[in-house]
Each structure stands twice: as C-alpha cells, then as structure tokens.
DNA sequence: GTGCAGAAAATCGTATACAATTCCGCCGGC
DNA sequence: GCCGGCGGAATTGTATACGATTTTCTGCAC
C-alpha cells in the first residue's frame, strides 16, 4: 500500500508512467521482496498502482525483457524463476564480462571515483553488520552496486545496461539458489579489488574479480530442483 | 529465409502478434530497409502490419529495449540514429564480450558446428559476388550470422542475446558511418578466424577477432554530422 | 514578405471494452 | 472412487475510445 502512494506522489516525473512501475517492482524483485515464481497479474499490478491494465501489461512486458520476469503466453506474467542452467549462464556471463569493465574502469578512474567507491564500501559494511529485515535488503543492493558503479566508471553506456541486467538476474538466482546466510558478495573482496585498482595491478585486480564471482557461485546449491513435491517431501 | 541461426523457437504462430511485428521491423532496420532517424508512427505501423496502435506500440517499445528504435515522450519512435559515441561504446562492448564468447565456443564446438560455419561462410562470399540490392542486403545480414553463430555455439543464450543486440545496433552504426562500399565485414577475416579455431590456436583466434572488429571500425568515419544541412550541404 | 498568435490536425498516453483462452469446480459414467 | 467432459469464472490478447500534447497550418498585424 505504501508503495502504491510512492508511486503517486511522483506522478508528474519525466517518464511514463509505465516506467515508474517497472522500476518499483523491479527493486522488489531485487530487493526480494517478490519471490522467484509469484503471479504477477495484470489485474492486480494495475489496480496496485492504480492505473489501467495497459500500463500494468507495459511494464511486465520490459520487466521480461530484462529477464526478470516471464511471460507465459495466455498465462501470464510471474517472478522469473531461473533453472540451474540459466543461473550458470548469468554467473558465465559475468566472468566474461567483468574483468573487461573492470579494466576499462581502471584505466578511466579518478579519484573521485575511488573515493566514492569506498564509500559503497563502507555503508555495506554498516549494513552487514545490523540487523533486520530492511538491512539485509539494503545490504544486497549494496553489494550489487559496487559491482554497477565499476560498471558505470567504465564509461560505455551498453555495459552498464547489461551489468544492470546481470546483477538483477543474480538477486534472483541467489534468492533461489543461495545457501549460506551471508546473502551476497564477500563484503572484503570488493575492498581488495579497490586496492588493487588503487595500486593500478590490474591483472591482480581481475584475478580477485575472477575469484569474486566464483566466491558466489560456490555458495549456489545449482541442483535440479524438481517438483519434489513427492515422497521425498514427507520422508524426513 | 532459413538463417541457421534464426534455429530461435517454433512457429505455428509463434508468440503473441506483437513479437512478429517487432521481428519484421527488426529486419529491415537490420537489413537498411529502414534508415536511421525515419518515423515509425503507432499508426503508420499498425495499419502496415492490420494490427491495432496497441500491438504497433508493443512491438515499437520491445524494439526500444533493444537500443534499435528510440522513443520520444510525445513525439513518437524513431529509428534509432546512434551518435559517434554511442558507436564507440557498441564496438568497445564488442570488443570486450567476442574474444570471450570466442574462447567458450571453442572449448564446445563440434564437427558439425565447423563445417555449419564454413557453409555460412561460403554462402556469405557467394553474396559477394553478386549485385544487387537483395544481394546486398543478404550479404550484411549473412556477415553478422557469423558472429551470432559463435555465440550461439558458445551454449550461452544471455550472451547469444546480447550479441544480437550489438550485431544489430553495429548494423545500424555501419549504416550511417560506414565510408567503404564493402558494407560490413571483411569476408576473409571470418574465413581466418575458423582456421584458427579449427587449429585450436585460441589466442590467434582471439587475436583475430580484435582485429577483424578492429577493422570494421577503421571504415567508420565517427565524425560529428552536425545538421550539415548548410552550405556545405550545397557547395559540391 | 515576415513573424507570431491561435485554431485545426495529427499523434501519443491511458483507459475501457470486447473477444479468446485458460483455469477450476461440478457432474455423470465407469 | 477415479476419470473425463462440460460450463462458468477469471485472466490474457487485441481493439477501440477519449483526453493530452505536439505539430502544422492559417490568418492577421506589421
């Protein structure tokens, strides 16, 4: 309810009104407050917003675009749920694509933006260590942002958009995959890799980064995670 | 009308109208059927395809996401008309992203893989020799299936997809800055590049690939065209 | 002829309406 | 009791309607 009046109050912004929504529930997604596989009626997105269906079916339309939800044609739309196959694939793609931003990145870095990034470090360490609800979301945008701000000191517009797409996508297959607690990225990796940016050792600062994702990745449980609603989900 | 990589997924009337639509606008923006900066009105586009402004609308904004079509506020989609920066970004992403998909395609490629790849490329010097409009444009749209097919070969549909938004938009950018008539990929660099994969020479291969998008840009002449519509426009 | 105000036309943004499809419970047959 | 078919409700797919914004054209003053 109070995100519905969120999105009225800033009801003459620039964009469409479509954006709005996409951006509102794209930050619950990532955010997890929308689980991988909830319906996401256009009915109910609507009325949620209070706008028409049109601008409801407009944004889950580019919400599917950026893998975030699926569409299912005469079905609907739903949290996308990503399969073990898919979650490899975005973790892969980030390999390829990370040590590229991040020497871009280093070789257009100021210090502005070093000093900015520590400051993304610093307030994601202040939120790991509090405790609730509200902080381990804060905390995962955090994380996920110090891997877009590379992103966005590399200067190309393209990579960024992509990045975006990248770090949303592996919200979702944390929030599904994910074992261990410590919901995202090893907080002291990304101080080292500033470190190393600092020190201008790019290839160490790739190798971190390399290390970095396949940190993630390590805490992913990837098994098929069939319909099990059989036997197997009583005999324990 | 059998691109081996257009293997996407199954007719019988596919998805929803609006994704035809948005194919065969894609098409011939990729083909240069459609020029950079023309006006796609809701209208003129619903009428041409007997659909409604919805439909139009629909397919217009996915074709926005892919950085093909940009839409004004209450003005209306155009095709998009990328800046001389904006082309750097397309190729430095290109640069970035195809040595890896390169070195991932690689390590999974096939017999059958190769010998599809050298048909492409055969088909693709055939083209050459013809004239022709047809041809032409077939000849453009044959020198991107190389890369698209790498990257399909690679087993990582983010990244097919990804290729296929920069294959699409380098399409673009040729259009408005390409000088040779050669319009787009030097045909022997694809022959190369295979060898050397063939060859299990990764690092030549990569290197080739660098050059080979090296060289596409070389013909790009990414010097601001201010309006020109001037004096200058005159005085020949 | 030039320039500008204002109306008319065209086009977009959003809502609503209707058709098509899927989902779900009910019922009779086996 | 289980299975398959048959409405009705719910939901999506598409079209149309209407208000808002931009563009174009017209006419009058200078």
Same mark, same amino acid.
């Given at each position: ?52 269906? /049109?601008?409801? !079916? #407009?944004?889950?339309? @580019?919400?599917?675009?950026?893998? =975030?939800?699926?569409? $299912?044609?005469?079905?609907? %739309? ?55 609800? /509200?902080?381990? !979301? #804060?905390?995962?945008? @955090?994380?996920?942002?110090?891997? =877009?701000?590379?992103? $966005?000191?590399?200067?190309? %517009? ?69 319909? =099990?609603?059989?036997? $197997?989900?009583?005999?324990?």
């Amino acid at each position: 309810m109070k995100s519905a009046a969120k999105a009225m109050q800033a009801e003459d912004s620039a964009e469409t009104g479509a954006q709005q929504i996409r951006d509102a529930i794209r930050e619950a997604i990532v955010e997890r407050r929308l689980s991988p596989g909830t319906k996401l009626s256009e009915s109910d997105v609507g009325n949620l917003f209070n706008v028409s269906r /049109t601008l409801a !079916r #407009a944004a889950l339309q @580019a919400l599917s675009y950026e893998g =975030l939800v699926s569409v $299912e044609k005469n079905r609907g %739309a739903f949290v996308a749920y990503p399969s073990p196959e898919e979650a490899r694939q975005i973790f892969s793609a980030r390999r390829l694509v990370e040590p590229g931003i991040l020497r871009e990145a280093a070789a257009r870095i100021t210090a502005d933006d070093i000093s900015q990034l520590k400051q993304l470090l610093l307030e994601e360490g202040r939120l790991m260590s509090e405790r609730g609800q /509200t902080a381990r !979301r #804060a905390e995962i945008k @955090a994380s996920g942002d110090f891997h =877009l701000m590379l992103a $966005e000191i590399s200067g190309n %517009a393209i990579m960024q958009r992509f990045m975006e797409e990248l770090v949303a996508r592996s919200s979702l297959v944390i929030a599904l995959y994910g074992q261990s607690t410590a919901s995202s990225c090893g907080h002291s990796e990304h101080g080292e890799i500033i470190s190393a940016i600092e020190s201008s050792d790019l290839d160490r600062a790739c190798r971190l980064m390399l290390h970095h994702i396949a940190h993630i990745e390590t805490d992913l449980d990837l098994r098929e995670r069939k319909s =099990l609603g059989l036997k $197997e989900a009583f005999e324990l």
